[in-house]
């Protein structure tokens, strides 16, 4: 079955780096693009970034872009997401995400999220 596992959040200073993972296993991992997608508390899920199965193209929120790069090593099935000068407005629950098409239906596959929090 589909399994993505996030890791790599955590507490940060405004002006901060993290580095998020997201492992996966049980498909076909270079077939797929691959997002990020993040809700704050009393928020909607909002699509943070995303990157072509390839590696080669990459789109990103305009609250993020300059300083977030999405990444994938298609060798360890694994995507990324490097976040760097990290504001307070970051803080949210991060996931991970996949969707596929499974005959006539399409299916959302999300992990279990990964924290980051940016205070002072």
């Known amino acids: 079955q589909v399994q993505l596992v996030e890791s790599g959040g955590g507490l940060v200073q405004p002006g901060g780096s993290l580095r998020l993972s997201c492992a996966t296993s049980?498909?076909?991992?270079?077939?797929?693009?691959m997002s990020w997608y993040r809700q704050a508390p009393g928020k909607e899920r909002e699509l943070v970034a995303s990157?072509?199965?390839?590696?080669?193209?990459?789109n990103y929120a305009d609250s993020v872009k300059g300083r977030f790069t999405i990444s994938r090593d298609n060798a360890k099935n694994t995507v990324y997401l490097q976040m760097n000068s990290l504001k307070p407005e970051d803080t949210a629950v991060y996931y991970c995400?996949?969707?596929?098409?499974?005959?006539?239906?399409?299916?959302?596959?999300w992990g279990q999220g990964t924290q980051v929090t940016v205070s002072s």
């Open positions: 990157i072509g199965s390839t590696g080669g193209s990459a």
């Open positions: 049980g498909f076909i991992f270079n077939r797929y693009a």
């Open positions: 995400n996949v969707v596929m098409i499974v005959l006539v239906t399409t299916k959302a596959y």
